[in-house]
T-cell receptor, first 111, second 114 residues
């Protein structure tokens, strides 16, 4: 399984765009990139998933360069409620995915 | 929430006692997972299941066993609880979404082993 590296923590002010980058140098051909968000005392929540180029939904955008060795989760105009831990996962889908969550990136949003 | 419930939500037990945690889902998902979460370690996979009676080990399976006799229920058992198993336990199911898969997590069970 591909190993991922992401910053331990980030700080932002409310209203700013936040970009969290994840490195996954040994990503395999059949691996997808998935991001989850976790609030304290809750289970992680799926945010977005992609294979290549750009994916956008109502919550975030995911940018994946051509070599797929990294990916960037972009959160537009964050609010205080976006304060959470964000996990980048890389692995195959279509089977029981033994994905590794790691410790994630702790995003703190302040006024 | 993909219809996932966990029971109990909180439990305090003593070292050496057996403990069983239950994960119940209502949407007939094939794949189910048990994770534990500890400060500084993120989520770590304990066991997972890819169907009734089909289970396999994750990265931290020592001291844990699982059973899945019905699609909707995935049980995690600590045969003889130890203080190192004090943790928050999350169950998850996986479903297909737009070519990939996504996991949906239950509310968690906070287990304290004294």
């Amino acid at each position: 399984l591909a190993k991922t590296t992401q910053p331990i923590s980030m700080d932002s002010y409310e209203g700013q765009e936040v970009n969290i980058t994840c490195s996954h140098n040994n990503i395999a051909t059949n691996d997808y990139i998935t991001w989850y968000q976790q609030f304290p005392s809750q289970g992680p929540r799926f945010i977005i998933q992609g294979y290549k180029t750009k994916v956008t939904n109502e919550v975030a955008s995911l940018f994946i360069p051509a070599d797929r060795k990294s990916s960037t989760l972009s959160l537009p105009r964050v609010s205080l409620s976006d304060t959470a831990v964000y996990y980048c996962l890389v692995g195959p889908t279509g089977t029981a995915s033994k994905l590794t969550f790691g410790t994630g990136t702790r995003l703190q949003v302040t006024l | 929430d993909a219809g996932i419930t966990q029971s109990p939500r909180h439990k305090v037990t003593e070292t050496g006692t057996p403990v069983t945690l239950r994960c119940h889902q209502t949407e007939n998902h094939r794949y189910m997972y048990w994770y534990r979460q500890d400060p500084g370690h993120g989520l770590r996979l304990i066991h997972y299941s890819y169907g009734v009676k089909d289970t396999d080990k994750g990265e931290v399976s020592d001291g844990y066993s699982v059973s899945r006799s019905k699609t909707e229920d995935f049980l995690l058992t600590l045969e003889s609880a130890t203080s190192s198993q004090t943790s928050v336990y999350f169950c998850a199911v996986e479903r297909s979404a737009g070519g990939g898969n996504e996991q949906f997590f239950g509310p968690g069970t906070r287990l304290t082993v004294l």
